[in-house]
């Protein structure tokens, strides 16, 4: 994992091919955790939404990291309050999220709002909102222009495309064969297809949007006939090329173990088949793109699926080989931050809670590192 850095490297700890850097990215403006993070074409990464430092609240804010001036206020993300948003990215580079949780008198409830980053302008533009709140589910783009809702705790999906006037606008859609309380993830496979993963058979299966009518577009996954798969709920959902999803980690729907290993979903044979991923069990993790052509970065997750025990690691896998670095201890823990690799490879790591259960406003910087006189 041997790269230049733009950043002052110390504290090397050689047996665990990880150092520390000067750069702590200074202070975020708002304590933070359960929030989102992309990346922009620039290099700087956004902050949005989360819940405070006590999570008596979610935050409808937004916040801009770049190397030159640490963080600086974005404004309201123009969709009202919410945290653990869902995310899809358009060809544009623009981003969409939607739904996650709000806070109401104090407690949890599901968001329905929707708002577009204009990735040319560097603003939230708000959207359409869902038919009803949705968390914990799940929101895929099959087209650049079309999207689609589902799980989350409606018994309906929600229908995303533009409307006459070219705003974006969701249209209720019941669907034929699926149980849409059963989804808890997807990911838009191309040429209009969703792989839909469920806590059971009545959720889980290929949503054929490019070729069928939406509420007929479902396509149940047989069991027997599919390999080896499992039913889950907080595993991480991408597709690392066209036609096919995996599936990394979770919880066990039936056993309730959270897992380590993943599965491999391929469109044109309809079959799983095993597939080595992490290190560690994870549920709920950040995984996201690293700089080296097939290798992802996976952190900020928890340790169980009832988000009481964190997993304060970080690692660098290719899940179609097997191979993975060393686990990369956190500089503290950090349950519901949120991870974003930058241009040279290394991690940026914001928020979190700490060991008050509180939401923290630090950020630190994480460089993975080979030393290259060390032989073995």
């Known amino acids: 994992f041997k790269q230049k850095t733009a950043y002052e490297i110390r504290n090397c700890d ?6 520390s850097s000067d750069l702590l990215a ?3 403006l708002t304590a933070r955790s359960r929030h989102t993070s992309f990346n922009r074409r620039d290099g700087s990464v ?13 935050l409808g804010t937004s916040e801009i990291w770049s190397l030159d001036a640490g963080f600086v206020d ?3 993300t123009g969709a009202g309050a919410a945290a653990d948003m869902m995310v899809s990215r358009l060809s544009t580079g623009d981003v969409f999220l939607t739904g996650g949780y709000a806070t109401l008198d104090g407690k949890e409830v599901a968001a329905d709002g929707s708002t577009v980053w204009n990735e040319t302008d560097g603003v939230f533009e708000a959207a359409g909102s869902l038919s009803a709140g949705r968390r914990d589910g799940c929101f895929a783009l099959f087209e650049d222009r079309k999207g689609l809702a589902i799980g989350g705790g409606p018994d309906n999906a929600d229908y995303l495309k533009p409307n006459d006037s070219g705003a974006w606008e969701f249209t209720e859609l019941g669907m034929v064969d699926l149980e849409e309380t059963a989804v808890s993830g997807c990911a838009a496979l191309g040429d209009g297809d969703l792989f839909v993963q469920g806590t059971d058979a009545t959720g889980t299966g290929l949503w054929d949007g490019g070729s069928k009518q939406p509420s007929q577009a479902f396509v149940p996954i047989v069991p027997g006939t599919a390999g080896e798969y499992r039913y889950v709920t907080g595993a991480a959902i991408l597709s690392p090329s066209p036609g096919v999803a995996w599936i990394l980690g979770g919880e066990d729907a039936e056993t309730g173990q959270v897992l380590a290993d993943g599965r ?7 079959r799983f088949e095993p597939l080595d991923a992490f290190g560690v069990p994870r549920f709920d993790p950040e995984v996201v793109p690293w700089i080296q052509d ?6 900020c997750g928890w340790a169980d699926g009832d988000r009481n025990e964190d997993e304060p690691t970080v690692e660098l896998l290719d899940p179609s080989t097997g191979d993975r670095s060393p686990a990369f201890d956190l500089d503290r823990s950090r349950p519901g931050c949120a991870l974003s690799v930058l241009r040279d490879g290394a991690l940026l790591i914001t928020g979190g809670f700490d060991s008050d259960e509180a939401a923290g406003d630090d950020a630190g910087v994480l460089v993975p590192y080979v030393d290259p006189t060390r032989s073995g």
């Open 26 to 28: 200074a202070s975020m």
């Open 74 to 76: 974005n404004g309201s």
């Open 46 to 58: 956004v902050l949005v939404g989360g819940q405070d430092a006590f999570g008596e609240r979610a």
């Open 294 to 299: 097939g290798w992802y970065a996976a952190g």
């Open 264 to 270: 491999a979903f391929s469109a044109d044979a309809a």
């Open 14 to 19: 050689w047996s665990s091919d990880v150092c």
